[in-house]
């Protein structure tokens, strides 16, 4: 159990178009959505909290107007790449955490296998 | 704020050996603290947490952590290396509502 999904798992795109990741919880719910981006070799980043039905909370230094995040059900968000350069590429993981009643340090955050994006 | 530091981005250990991976946190309040491991290509799995409860956690396929408060440390260790452990572990702490902040992380290398 307590899987999460990334599609796709790799992408090319030409620089100035926009991609779209999805973040699936398959066999759970999820109230919120973690969104990270990780360099080479380098650990990862938190970019934006997504909880469903409201607004994301970016991190400071992360453009909201380039990083679109969608969290429209409880099982589904999606991050979307616009205007893509080739400095976005990178290795973007999301993760979820378990709609439930314990405290939020008491439940597992689950992560994605990642989507690696490659901007030319 | 808070953060953690993992002490050498290389650990080259023999299969069978013990293996020992560092972590110090920096936190004004007690934190929750993680290690999660990375295969290549792949995204994170929980190794082990702690939140205030045992100072020794146990986790999976072996791992086990110290929480030392005096010493402001979350080691990871194992008392034998296998060629499958061989990955990228990373230690975090929680900020708060569960958002991470993580080491720059550390590659296990074993060999046989």
């Known amino acids: 159990g307590a899987v999460v999904s990334q599609h796709p798992s790799w992408v090319i795109c030409k620089s100035g178009t926009s991609v779209k990741i999805e973040c699936r919880s398959l066999d759970f719910q999820a109230t919120t959505m973690f969104w990270y981006r990780q360099f080479p070799k380098q650990s990862l980043m938190l970019m934006a909290t997504?909880?469903?039905?409201?607004?994301?909370?970016?991190e400071q230094g992360v453009e909201k107007d380039k990083f679109l995040i969608n969290h429209a059900s409880l099982t589904l968000s999606t991050l979307t790449v616009t205007s893509a350069h080739p400095e976005d590429s990178s290795f973007y993981i999301c993760?979820?955490?378990?709609?439930?009643?314990?405290?939020?340090?008491?439940?597992?955050?689950?992560f994605g296998p990642g989507t690696r994006l490659l901007v030319l | 704020a808070q953060s953690v530091t993992q002490l050498g981005s290389h650990v080259s250990v023999s299969e069978g050996a013990l293996v020992l991976l560092r972590c110090n946190y920096s936190?004004?309040?007690?934190?929750?603290l993680f290690w999660y491991v990375q295969y290549p290509n792949q995204g994170l799995q929980l190794l082990l947490k702690?939140?205030?409860?045992?100072?020794l956690v146990k986790g999976i396929n072996g791992f086990e952590a110290e929480f030392k408060k005096s010493e402001t440390s979350f080691h990871l260790t194992k008392p034998s290396a296998h060629m499958s452990d061989a990955a990228e572990y990373f230690c975090?702490?929680?900020?708060?509502?569960?958002?991470?902040?993580f080491g720059t992380g550390t590659r296990l290398l074993v060999s046989p």
């Open positions: 936190s004004s309040v007690p934190p929750y």
């Open positions: 702690y939140t205030s409860a045992a100072t």
């Open positions: 993760s979820a955490r378990p709609k439930s009643g314990r405290a939020p340090y008491q439940e597992t955050q689950y």
């Open positions: 997504s909880n469903e039905g409201s607004k994301a909370t970016y």
């Open positions: 975090a702490v929680d900020t708060g509502f569960q958002k991470l902040v």
